[in-house]
């Protein structure tokens, strides 16, 4: 059974990404579609992203969940920068 997703219950999901320690995450944005919860955003590697997704489908198993989190691809320069 999918459980119906209303403003409370996207409210509570928000609460666990920013307050829960393991995710601690702002940047992640909740979109309904029906029954069904997007997950957007972006984080900074694909086990931050597959933590996130755990968390939420561990404490909230019968909503449905599909996460479409981006990983964001920051490194070092790999040469100078010339500044003028």
């Not at 059974?1 to 702002?26: F, P």
């Amino acid at each position: 059974m999918t459980t119906h997703i209303d403003e409370y219950l996207e409210a509570e999901i928000q609460r666990l990404l920013t307050e829960t320690g393991e995710v601690a995450e702002q940047g992640i944005t909740l979109h309904r579609r029906e029954h069904l919860l997007v997950l957007g955003g972006e984080v900074e590697s694909t086990q931050r992203r597959d933590e996130i997704c755990r968390q939420i489908t561990t404490r909230f198993p019968d909503v449905e969940i599909a996460c479409d989190i981006g990983i964001v691809r920051a490194a070092a320069p790999s040469e100078v920068e010339e500044i003028s």
